[in-house]
């Protein structure tokens, strides 16, 4: 028994090792692509929106025809690639911040609500999550942006609505899982209003799962502000995003794949970077998965 327990203890080590380094190089890249994001405009080599249709559609370092300073290449307006996707970067993670704390702030109030006042509001506010979970919200998101229009605000709140059902069925367990515990009800008993209690006994509770709902969350978010961007419905031209780089340089596949290379590589090194994160943030607030 013992022979047969040392080759699976040493392999659950070892794959214990494999997680810790994929994880300790995920947070790695996630901080460096947030600098770059925050440090855009003071280490991007040109303007983003400077165009010189001399150098349109030169190669990154390393090919012929490279231009000297443009280590990515140059699109078709002999714009910068890397400057353009440093920027886009920065506005993409800025749209998906907001859209993230709009839908915490929408969702965490609701599932709060619904979590302390049991009845019909709860049975209301479960129902809108139940409509959000059961249609696809990339085909709302694209009817709300037709008829509204592709402006910045429009489009955070559009993002910012993405999410909210998942905050509220989150918050809204927590509340009843706390609800029943012998601190609240002696709050309760004690003549606690549900605003008091809500402050000072259950929100202190509910940071931990919030805050890996969000990083969770911000991930979904940027693929989502992506898909709609790389349909012409999000961030509009000339401005940068990483979703409207990949759309508009699709055209330009055979001829200059960086174009489309650079933006799209940057989508997803963030969005694994920022998931395997939030897994990360999910082991150690669960106590009963960090003492393993």
Do not use: C
């Not at 989508?267 to 897994?279: C, N």
């Amino acid at each position: 028994m013992v022979q047969l327990a040392d080759p699976i203890m040493r392999l659950s080590k070892r794959k214990a090792n494999q997680t810790n380094f994929i994880q300790k190089t995920a947070i790695a890249i996630a901080i460096l692509l947030f600098a770059s994001a925050f440090f855009a405009p003071l280490i991007v080599p040109f303007d983003p929106l400077d165009q010189s249709l001399l150098s349109r559609l030169r190669p990154p370092l390393g090919f012929e025809r490279f231009a000297v300073g443009h280590w990515a290449g140059t699109d078709e307006l002999g714009r910068d690639v890397l400057s353009r996707a440093l920027h886009g970067m920065r506005l993409t993670l800025s749209l998906a911040f907001a859209g993230a704390v709009i839908g915490l702030l929408i969702g965490g109030t609701l599932g709060l609500i619904a979590g302390l006042r049991q009845g019909w509001a709860e049975d209301a506010i479960m129902s809108l999550v139940d409509m959000q979970i059961a249609i696809p919200f990339t085909l709302v998101a694209l009817l709300i942006l037709s008829l509204m229009g592709s402006s910045l605000t429009v489009l955070v709140m559009v993002l910012g609505i993405a999410g909210w059902e998942q905050y509220a069925r989150i918050v809204r367990a927590e509340v009843r899982r706390l609800s029943a515990l012998p601190f609240i009800e002696a709050a309760w008993t004690a003549g606690a209003g549900p605003i008091y209690i809500a402050w000072r006994h259950v929100l202190p509770n509910l940071i931990s799962p919030l805050v890996v709902q969000f990083t969770l969350a911000l991930s979904n978010i940027v693929i989502l502000e992506s898909t709609l961007s790389f349909l012409g419905l999000g961030v509009q031209p000339p401005q940068p995003s990483l979703g409207s780089m990949v759309g508009l340089g699709r055209d330009y596949m055979p001829t200059a794949p960086w174009i489309v290379l650079v933006p799209a590589a940057l989508i997803m090194a963030l969005t694994f970077s920022v998931q395997i994160l939030g897994d990360w943030l999910r082991d150690r607030a669960d106590v009963r998965l960090r003492d393993r």
